[in-house]
T-cell receptor, first 112, second 117 residues
Framework: AQSVTQPDIHITVSEGASLELRCNYS??????LFWYVQSPGQGLQLLLK??????LVQGIKGFEAEFKRSQSSFNLRKPSVHWSDAAEYFC??????????FGAGTILRVKS | DTAVSQTPKYLVTQMGNDKSIKCEQN?????MYWYKQDSKKFLKIMFS???????INETVPNRFSPKSPDKAHLNLHINSLELGDSAVYFC????????????????FGPGTRLTVL
């Protein structure tokens, strides 16, 4: 069965430092991969998605993610974190049947 | 203008009651979804509708009944509420996808926090 694992429940980084959030997926077919961000009390906003082609995808707010098929990973990165990036981040895989399967989320805290 | 809206934002009710959550999208999308986010923030799809037709029904108790009066609305009615129903419920919408999730971006509403006492 398809699944998404985000190994880190919480991550704390200093403002201006680089960030990497890990995501591993399990899916038998070619994956469609997504990163969403949820700010406190808000809905989910799509940061970026991977369907095919270039394995390094650029998203909004300066985020990027790299698809590595050999590692079944789709890690999210940002070179310099801003305090406004503090939120919860969800990785998801799109599966046949028109649904998204989400990971458990990673809470990002930014310290000044 | 809000793309996907939900009402109410907060809902506190007693066990055994029946309640509804409304969702409306003004994006002209054909597909709408309900997700449940539990206390551990785990987000899982419950239903999806395409042009008022049920597409996905994920092992959800039949106390939960989605209703789509038109393709811009997908309401969630819950009968005989239980403590375990306490969660945040998110509505989402997307352009019609040909069986592949998220081939078109899903836009999420702000969520409805349901608390069952």
């Amino acid at each position: 069965a398809q699944s998404v694992t985000q190994p880190d429940i919480h991550i704390t980084v200093s403002e201006g430092a680089s960030l990497e959030l890990r995501c591993n997926y399990s899916y038998g077919a070619t994956p469609y991969l997504f990163w969403y961000v949820q700010s406190p009390g808000q809905g989910l906003q799509l940061l970026l998605k991977y369907f095919s082609g270039d394995t390094l995808v650029q998203g909004i707010k300066g985020f990027e993610a790299e698809f590595k098929r050999s590692q079944s990973s789709f890690n999210l990165r940002k070179p310099s974190v801003h305090w406004s990036d503090a939120a919860e981040y969800f990785c998801a895989v799109g599966v046949y049947g028109n649904k998204l399967v989400f990971g458990a989320g990673t809470i990002l805290r930014v310290k000044s | 203008d809000t793309a996907v809206s939900q009402t109410p934002k907060y809902l506190v009710t007693q066990m055994g009651n029946d309640k509804s959550i409304k969702c409306e999208q003004n994006l002209g999308h054909d597909t709408m979804y309900w997700y449940k986010q539990d206390s551990k923030k785990f987000l899982k799809i419950m239903f999806s509708y395409n042009n008022k037709e049920l597409i996905i029904n994920e092992t959800v108790p039949n106390r939960f009944s989605p209703k789509s009066p038109d393709k811009a609305h997908l309401n969630l009615h819950i009968n005989s509420l239980e403590l375990g129903d306490s969660a945040v419920y998110f509505c989402a919408s997307s352009q019609e996808s040909s069986g592949l999730a998220g081939l078109n971006e899903q836009f999420f509403g702000p969520g409805t926090r349901l608390t069952v006492l």
